[in-house]
């Protein structure tokens, strides 16, 4: 089970009965009306009852989550505590959460060389990983298509210090020796970016088989070609688990905790030194942002990805006290409903 990336972790949650006659198995794909789970007896797919969408989003199945099956192998019995977890607002809601996968150990941001290179959305999918349990890791591929592809490299670079980058042609095998050290024995690898970066065409050719369908179809309506409509993980030669996504329109963030001041703490900085504490950073006298950005030491582009992000990551906090207040209240109803029946009934 090692190569499914079973490690103490996970084992060290199981009972000793469950040692014994457990059986834990790893969700390897999600569909609409269940999950395909692999485990030591091989593969199998497990319809997700009722009772799992009852649950809020986080505490269903996901992708890359290891689970614990019924003897027959039939049933989910519950959930492993996951090592890392990816999620988003789920696109076209203000605060539903949606998980992207969970137990992965690091983030391949894909984005090309070509029109699709853009450095706020790094920085926003950077803005998932940047608690501390994920390793991102920027992968560009179609190198071949522009002539200076470093100067790409070095404009990420200054995103962040110490940021990794990987410049590769995701059709020749030899461009992606790089990302070799992440691929290692029970490693999980996440790919996330647009769609038609070429996410697909890199599991492919890091597993040496046509596994998935990529396409080459032009995106005339600008919604992209979502070629890729359900997520799915693939085992690597090299013993890794690869996980494909479909191209994300949109990544609003959710409760990232305190990532956005992790890739902004310099902006956080200048920030503070700001005259008036509730300063816009527009024409406020005192405002140390906009000095700096007036000498030409802060970029105004990557000010207004901070300012944006910041935003969606208060916004997500506020909905996100708000969904728990609205329960909490409920369970008190719930609580009082009970309590006074057994009035009732005593009496
Ligand atoms: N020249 C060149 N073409 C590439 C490269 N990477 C991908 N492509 C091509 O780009 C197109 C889109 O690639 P896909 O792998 O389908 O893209 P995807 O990210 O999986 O897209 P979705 O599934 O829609 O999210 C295909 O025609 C690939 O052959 C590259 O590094 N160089
Ligand atoms: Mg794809
Ligand atoms: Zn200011």
Redesign the pocket.
Known sequence: MIELGWVPFFQQQLTLEELETGLPGRVMGVERSGVTVAYAGGERQIPLGGRWFQLDAEARPTIGDWVLLNTEGTQIERLFERKSVLKRVRAGTTSEIQLLAANVDTMFV?TSCDEDFNLSRIERYLTLVLDGSIQPVVVL?????VETPEQLVDQVHELRTGLIVEL????DRSTLEGLNVWCGQGQTIALL?S???????LVNTLTGSQVQI???VRDSDGK?????TSRSLHLLPQGGLLLDS??MRELQIADVGSSVSVLFNDIEELVSRCRFSNCAHEQEPGCAVRAVIEAGDLDARRFNSYLKLNREEVHAAESIAERHARSRNFSKQVRQVISQSHKKHRH
């Open positions: 894909v591929t179609k190198r071949d298509l590769v042609n995701a059709l970016g769609s038609g970066v070429g996410k697909s065409t990529t396409s080459s992209g070609r979502h070629t890729t479909p191209g």
